[in-house]
């Protein structure tokens, strides 16, 4: 099965069980408390002031590298101990 399929499985399953909703919620709050949001915010804001003819696909191109770059290493850890905790629960059923 290809990558991309077995993407696409396991997000219909994390989907349809409502654990990406949680994920979703706990990385939200993660971020959040960590400040990232407003560094983001901060970022874009400078971003969008030095570009002489601003538009969103451009800005989603120069602020994402640096956005997830700037995500904590422990959440992206404890995000991804999550998903193979639920991936392990659904292999073992």
Known sequence: MADAQIRAKVNQKLIESGEYE???QYLRQKLIEDGWYDQV??????????????NFENL????????????PEYVKIE???????????IVDK
Do not use: C, H, Y
């Not at 120069?62 to 997830?68: F, K, S």
């Open 79 to 89: 995000l991804l101990g999550m998903i193979k905790r639920f991936l392990e629960g």
């Open 60 to 71: 989603v191109d120069l602020v994402e590298p640096e956005a997830l770059a700037l995500v």
């Open 41 to 54: 915010t901060e970022l874009a804001s400078d971003t969008l002031r030095a570009q002489e003819n601003p």
């Open 22 to 24: 949680r994920l979703s």
